[in-house]
């Protein structure tokens, strides 16, 4: 019996949280300061010395830098907001019911709103008792899975009653994801009014020494790069894109390669972004738009950018297939 006084007890529920990247709460040079300074400053992300790093930042980078990213925002914000908030939200509700009626998804960014611990608070008040942790980056990296579990980790330390936690695994490899890689890549180049002549593979950039220090980063991207042109039954060209600073960063780099194709005869290509699991500042402004200009700039005559999954058929289903397999043991498959 419990007493009439006890505090109420929500029924016990299974959580599921999406984590993504994170953006601005506007495209303003305000709120973009404000994101980039909290991104910016995660040793995950720029792993230099504080005492060195953070002059530097308050100084030149956010004195610079955020009225430049704001117009960069400017072009891709919709009536929803940003896309990567947007598009993270419509898979979250497009799982809601996908699993067992006790289980709850929910999201978040990692930078941002809405916030990890804030919605990890938001799951346990609500009767999570077991939660799976879930950042949608298909290749680990220490700047990106890493840093949302660190997050997630830090909100559980704060918390008396901490309910049981999983993480998500990378699944670069995954047969689900590449088959609904294959089946979007396809009927996007089905859509398009002429034949590429290559297929630029463009994964988010991070610093060389990321490769020296233990991530399995590089070694994931060209895995999967691999496993689509295998699937796809053609030759993929792989890049990486979002350089920043002086540093070596992973090689060849998408801008570079999209000038150079023209003058080795290429003048019909189409990009996708496979390390994206929704399309975002990175996708829709750096690739879909300043990709197109260089490429057509240098000579080219044809581009075309294929959307990430998204909250698309084959994506939400390759994500339903993933997180059910995690939560088993937990709620029944569905």
């Known amino acids: 019996m419990i007493p009439a006084d006890h505090p109420p007890v929500a029924p016990p529920r299974v959580g599921v949280l999406l984590i993504n990247l994170g953006t601005p709460d506007a495209p303003d040079p305000k709120a973009v300061r404000r ?9 995950r992300v720029v792993e230099l010395p504080q005492w060195l790093w953070q002059p530097i930042l308050r100084g030149a980078v956010l004195t610079t830098r955020p009225r430049k990213s704001a117009h960069a925002y400017q072009q891709v914000w919709s009536a929803q907001g940003s896309p990567l908030a947007a598009i993270t939200r419509a898979q979250a509700i497009a799982l809601r019911n996908a699993f067992d009626p006790a289980v709850m998804v929910d999201w978040a960014m990692r930078y941002g709103n809405p916030a ?11 009767g999570c008792e077991r939660i799976l942790i879930a950042p949608l980056y298909p290749q680990y990296c220490a700047a990106t899975t890493a840093t949302a579990n660190d997050r997630a980790f830090a909100a559980l330390a704060a918390m008396r009653w901490q309910p049981a936690i999983r993480t998500l695994p990378p699944y670069h490899d995954d047969p689900a994801y590449i088959a609904a890689l294959k089946q979007s890549v396809e009927a996007e180049l089905a859509r398009l009014d002429f034949a590429p002549e290559a297929l630029v593979v463009s994964f988010h950039g991070m610093p060389a020494r990321t490769l020296a220090l233990g991530d399995p980063y590089h070694c994931q991207c060209l895995k999967t790069a691999r496993l689509l042109g295998e699937a796809l039954g053609r030759q993929v060209t792989v890049t990486f894109q979002s350089r920043f600073g002086r540093a070596r960063w992973l090689e060849p780099a998408t801008d570079a390669t999209l000038a150079v194709l023209p003058e080795q005869g290429v003048t019909r290509v189409a990009v996708v972004a496979p390390g994206f699991s929704a399309d975002c500042l990175e996708t829709l402004e750096e690739l879909a738009i300043r990709g197109r200009e260089t490429f057509l700039g240098a000579g080219g005559r044809s581009f075309a950018y294929l959307p990430c999954l998204n909250a698309s058929a084959p994506g939400v289903e390759m994500l339903q ?7 088993e043991g937990w709620v029944p498959r569905p």
Not at 35 to 43: I, M, Q, R, T
Not at 118 to 123: C, F, G, K, P, V
Not at 321 to 327: F, T
Request: glycine content about 4%.
């Open 35 to 43: 994101y980039l300074a909290e991104f910016l400053s995660d040793p």
């Open 321 to 327: 297939a993933i997180l059910a397999r995690e939560l």
């Open 116 to 126: 990890i611990g804030d919605r990890l608070a938001a799951l346990k008040a609500a």
